[in-house]
């Protein structure tokens, strides 16, 4: 099954919080997820960029408009509620809640104005044919993430491919010159890696100190607590006879 757009998690969520108690945002993926079908594929699945599933990434931002428009409330990180107005909006029974349906609210209205000016020239880049709303409006099963993430790999690919044919069309020269400074940086790179890795342990610690040279009790007693000291041991010398006494006797 098709992961559903963001706009068509609204009304599930509210559904989700009617009861007016807290819920933790890791419950309300898993009820949600549930109440359309989806499967591990589809719950898996990741944006663009990698950094983040779908599925996940379009409930955040269901909460976030509903949150705008004052039907959701933020009690502490990861922990959502519904408010009056919600409750209100229930038991009115819309059979869809969306942009359009957020648009009713001054507090929703005055977000979309303040991201008109933040994000217009993201949205040209992401091909929103320059209409200066918010990006959901102009790609309703797109997130504001997913449509950056979208013209991020588009720009991607269009230098890739300006870059290839300007290669393919230079001189052979310049195409030796091209090779030649790659493989320099490639060698630098691995030269690089290389020194970074031989300069810690296989487990990760610093590099250790080179053992001191032990030395032997005999040059600790020359060398005498904190002096500084050669690691050779000081040749002994043996004190001279005292001769004057000995003459003195055999004199005598």
């Not at 977000?111 to 933040?118: L, S, V, W």
């Not at 690089?192 to 296989?202: D, E, G, I, K, V």
């Not at 002096?227 to 005292?242: F, I, Y």
Request: net charge positive.
């Amino acid at each position: 099954m098709d992961i559903p757009d963001y706009q068509s998690l609204m009304l599930p969520l509210l559904d989700a919080l009617a009861d007016g108690r807290e819920h933790l945002v890791r419950d309300l993926r898993e009820s949600i997820a549930a109440r359309f079908g989806l499967g591990t594929a589809e719950r898996e699945a990741l944006l663009p960029s990698g950094k983040q599933p779908i599925f996940d990434n379009r409930l955040g931002w269901a909460k976030t408009y509903l949150a705008k428009a004052g039907l959701v409330s933020s009690v502490r990180r990861g922990v959502y509620q519904l408010t009056d107005r919600a409750h209100a909006v229930l038991a009115s029974k819309p059979p869809r809640v969306d942009v359009a349906y957020l648009s009713r609210f001054p507090e929703f209205e005055e977000f979309r104005r303040k991201a008109e000016n933040e994000t217009d020239d993201v949205e040209t880049a992401a091909n929103s044919d320059g209409d200066p709303s918010i990006v959901a409006s102009a790609a309703p099963a797109s997130t504001p993430q997913e449509s950056l993430d979208a013209a991020y790999h588009q720009l991607r690919r269009a230098v890739e491919t300006e870059l290839l044919a300007s290669v393919r069309g230079a001189s052979f020269r310049f195409f030796e010159r091209l090779v030649a400074m790659a493989s320099t940086a490639s060698s630098r790179k691995i030269t690089s890696a290389s020194t970074r890795s031989t300069s810690r342990r296989n487990d990760g610690s610093e590099p250790s100190v080179a053992p001191k040279s032990k030395r032997s009790p005999a040059v600790s007693r020359v060398c005498g607590g904190a002096r500084a000291c050669s690691s050779r041991p000081r040749p002994s010398r043996a004190k001279p006879a005292n001769t004057s006494r000995g003459s003195k006797k055999r004199s005598s």
